[in-house]
């Protein structure tokens, strides 16, 4: 479990939903960071942390099972980074 505090996180956008945030944003007179703080708080009030359920949390995140089973490929070939040379 994590106990630290996050006071910054980084995300990538795939082209598509980076346009709707950019709309969005427009549309509102703020800063996309801004919209895209709301927009994860929301979710993130929604999400039930329980267990039993993340499991369907995982299964929402599309292509999160195929880059999991990549991952594993990839290690199991030893195409890894040591986290020291990060």
């Known amino acids: ?15 598509e939903q980076a346009e ?5 944003a ?6 996309p960071g801004t919209v895209a703080r709301s927009l994860l708080s929301g979710a993130l ?3 039930d ?3 039993r359920n993340v499991a369907e949390l ?4 599309p292509g999160a099972f195929a880059s999991a089973e990549l991952g594993r490929e990839q290690a199991r070939a030893g195409e890894t ?6």
């Open 1 to 15: 479990m994590y106990d630290g505090v996050v006071e910054r996180l980084n995300i990538t956008l795939d082209d």
């Open 20 to 24: 709707k945030l950019a709309r969005l």
């Open 26 to 31: 427009d549309r509102m007179h703020i800063q």
């Open 45 to 47: 009030d929604d999400a």
């Open 49 to 51: 942390p329980d267990a």
């Open 58 to 61: 995982l299964d929402g995140i």
């Open 81 to 86: 980074i040591s986290l020291d040379d990060l």
